[in-house]
């Protein structure tokens, strides 16, 4: 069984979609900082819209009722989500995946994938493997969950296995759609930026989640834009 590198968990706890010359494919929602009932209330504007898939980039531990009530509604209606989980080895160096973390159970996601990838002193490696065994359990990459629940994965990814895809991160952060949870909030945005595309949401920002391009850290990229980049590779358009 492969290992990945030092374990990196992409996803709080609380794109790049332009194929040649088409419109991007993913939709990235910077969820910033909003709490649980805005989470909700984001995911309810989303849905009306009609998307491929809504990954979520993020983790969802017990929190109060009172603000947890209109997300587990929306997840519950919501068929087509995908959610991150973590793979831990916690006891090394066994070499063993020994646990995999997972958001609470009330709320209901249909698909997970899992988030680690390489890294060294923070710098993205640029391979990861499609698929990770846990308890005898075969784990996909959360890339590969959504883009084989959205437009599908390429043929020549869907017998790699635990092979590494080697990543191509060259145009990272430039080519996916953008919407604040403001824009989101307020409607300025237009339909077609929701509807029939990949929608994630996740965390963009300097302050947290982010990892560098290069040894010399001048190329700083969120997480959610690494999984971005992972699926567009692996969509078959």
């Known amino acids: 069984m492969k290992k990945i590198l030092p374990l990196i968990i992409i996803g709080l706890r609380i794109t790049l979609g332009c194929m040649d010359k088409r419109d991007p494919i993913i939709t990235i929602v910077n969820i910033g900082h909003s709490d649980r009932l805005e989470i909700g209330r984001q995911l309810g504007i989303i849905k009306k819209y009609s998307p491929k898939v809504i990954a979520l980039d993020f983790y969802l531990v017990p929190d109060s009722l009172d603000r947890d009530a209109i997300l587990v509604q929306e997840l519950e209606i919501i068929k087509n989500t995908v959610q991150v989980v973590a793979l831990h080895d916690l006891y090394e160096p066994d070499y063993i995946w020994d646990s995999l973390e997972v958001s609470h159970p009330k709320f209901k996601i249909a698909n997970h ?13 640029n391979e990861l493997p499609m698929m990770q065994t846990f308890n005898s359990r075969q784990i996909y990459c959360f890339g590969y969950v959504v883009a084989e629940n959205s437009f599908g994965v390429r043929d020549k990814f869907k017998n790699t296995g635990d092979k590494e895809l080697k990543l191509n991160l060259a145009g990272l952060g430039k080519n996916y759609k953008l919407i604040t949870a403001d824009q989101l909030f307020s409607g300025k945005f237009k339909e077609q930026d929701l509807k029939d595309k990949i929608v994630l949401m996740g965390y963009l920002g300097e302050k947290e989640d982010y990892f560098y391009l290069d040894k010399g850290k001048t190329k700083k990229v969120n997480g959610v834009e690494v999984h971005a980049s992972i699926i567009e590779e692996l969509i078959d358009l």
């Open 113 to 125: 994938g899992f988030a680690n990838f390489g890294v060294e002193d923070s710098v993205i490696i």
